[in-house]
């Protein structure tokens, strides 16, 4: 039975700002399996980047996160940054959105590359530089060692993309953390992306946690998806549980605002209304200002996330069926 490699327990991200203090995360709980990809589903604003920001100990100056973020036996929350830095690239790695701004300009693709190893694994920078090369080969860019040359601004978006997930990979991390990793990429390129995604977690046995807006990508790559809202998770499930049957409005809201293939329609129905401000939550539910399915409870009580099957959970006091004819 695959092992658990990260045990987060009720991690909250607060933010100080100059009169107020902003809740970016509130009580979040889960845990990942060796080999297992998990979606964090959302929109902008909605506290997915922060809580996993958080779990690499990656937060502004005014952030503050509370809770347990358990590797093993070791809580990365709070770790002074010198000892983190042991974990970060090693046993934990994350890819951020835009690989531009994460390669630096003025090095060769190479020289990036093989630090990690001389870092992290102790290898001499010859060694290094040709375990580099061979982890290019690896996530698909042709002529490896040609690129490996390089400068960043040599390479096409998906090729910078691929060598962010490349570095990523060469310390063999247990988690891999990947945000909006496909947004700035055509469709095409998305498509390998996730398939080279869904690949070398099999071939890694990494754990790989997909951070997106985009219910596109999490089809036929996650196994599991956590649903956020207002700093919350407000559905936890299986990936096909959650698809197909939808138990919070706030899902089904983002499945039918999302193009499909199989069901053409005249146009896309998006959720009416906007994302709360996490400054001035509504009272009761977060969702409750754009929700069909709001009644009197739901005005005055925050509804916990609560079990309701077998590794499922909502967040949700209505418990009739979700109709999206209500919605429209």
Do not use: W
């Not at 997915?48 to 996160?65: C, D």
């Not at 001499?124 to 080969?137: G, I, N």
């Not at 690949?199 to 956020?228: E, N, P």
Request: glycine fraction near 8%.
């Amino acid at each position: 039975m695959p092992s658990k490699v990260l045990k987060v327990e009720d991690l909250s991200v607060t933010f100080a700002l100059r009169n107020t203090e902003v809740h970016a995360v509130r009580e979040m709980n889960f845990d990942l399996t060796a080999g297992e990809t998990l979606a964090v589903v959302g929109e902008s604003g909605s506290g997915k980047s922060q809580a996993f920001l958080a779990v690499m100990g990656l937060l502004a100056r005014n952030g503050r996160a509370t809770g347990r973020a358990m590797l093993g036996d070791v809580n990365l929350l709070g770790m002074e940054k010198s000892k983190l830095d042991a974990y970060r690239g090693r046993d934990i790695a994350m890819i951020f959105q835009d690989p531009m701004t994460s390669l630096n300009p003025s090095l060769r693709i190479r020289t990036q590359l093989a630090e990690v190893l001389v870092k992290h694994r102790g290898f001499a920078k010859e060694q290094a530089t040709r375990a580099a090369v061979e982890m290019l080969e690896r996530v698909g860019i042709p002529e490896p060692a040609k690129r490996a040359n390089a400068f960043p601004h040599e390479l096409s978006g998906g090729m910078r993309q691929r060598v962010m997930i490349a570095m990523a990979l060469l310390c063999q991390p247990k988690i891999l953390i990947a945000d909006e990793p496909t947004t700035a990429l055509d469709v095409t390129v998305q498509a390998q992306m996730l398939d080279l995604f869904k690949s070398l977690t099999q071939d890694f046995g990494t754990a790989l946690v997909l951070i997106t807006h985009d219910l596109g990508v999490v089809a036929g790559v996650a196994d599991r998806m956590m649903v956020m809202y207002g700093g919350r998770a407000v559905e936890t499930g299986m990936t096909d549980d959650l698809f197909y049957d939808p138990r919070h409005p706030y899902t089904l809201g983002l499945l039918h605002s999302t193009p499909h293939i199989a069901h053409r329609a005249a146009r896309l129905d998006p959720i009416q209304g906007l994302p709360p401000s996490l400054e001035h939550l509504p009272k009761g539910c977060s969702f409750n200002p754009r929700c069909a399915f709001c009644f009197d409870r739901c005005l005055e009580e925050r509804p916990p996330l609560a079990p309701i099957g077998e590794g499922r959970a909502k967040a949700c006091f209505y418990e009739g069926p979700l109709s999206y004819e209500k919605v429209a």
